[in-house]
């Protein structure tokens, strides 16, 4: 837990409350794409007081298995949404999480719409941009070209807005 000596609201936070969101926000989550078990550790992350929080301990608080546990971790540290940190002294590994590595996966997710639009050019010279299925691809292309473009504005603006 933290080493705050002035209870948090999230530290006197009533644990069934607590338990409530944690499953409300990952079901969010999967509703966004997120597989199941990734999604209920990072929930539980985000709404820990502690610093960092180690694989037993998620296992015991989200009363799944070392396995399951294992696998989401895996996954969190592969999108860059956690991250391990070394502990001095501690044989354990620590995991921790912030609201920033959020917005860094989007900004490594924004290369992958410039893969996708090149991919797509390919796949219109060999469908035919007039095809059913070229139209098709073609619209998906353009949509994410256009988010591809919009995106380093949107994030300017919200770190701008994080700032004032």
Do not use: C
Not at 47 to 76: F, W
């Amino acid at each position: 837990m933290s080493t705050s000596t002035h209870p948090t609201a999230a530290q006197s936070a009533d644990p069934d409350e607590l338990r409530h969101f944690v499953e409300q926000l990952s079901l969010v989550l999967v509703a966004m794409g997120f597989p199941p078990m990734p999604a209920r550790v990072w929930a539980a992350m985000m709404a820990d007081e502690a610093e960092t929080t180690t694989p037993g301990e998620l296992s015991t608080g989200l009363n799944v298995s070392p396995a399951a546990i294992s696998g989401a971790l895996r996954y969190l540290g592969q999108v860059g949404l956690i991250e391990r940190v070394p502990m001095p002294g501690s044989r354990r590994q620590h995991y921790s999480v912030s609201a920033e590595m959020w917005t860094e996966s989007f900004m490594k997710r924004q290369s992958a719409l410039g893969e996708f639009s090149k991919v797509a050019e390919q796949g219109l010279g060999i469908l035919g941009e007039h095809s059913v299925a070229g139209e098709r691809i073609a619209e998906v292309r353009d949509f994410f070209d256009f988010i591809a473009g919009e995106m380093p504005r949107m994030l300017e603006e919200w770190r701008a807005s994080r700032n004032r």
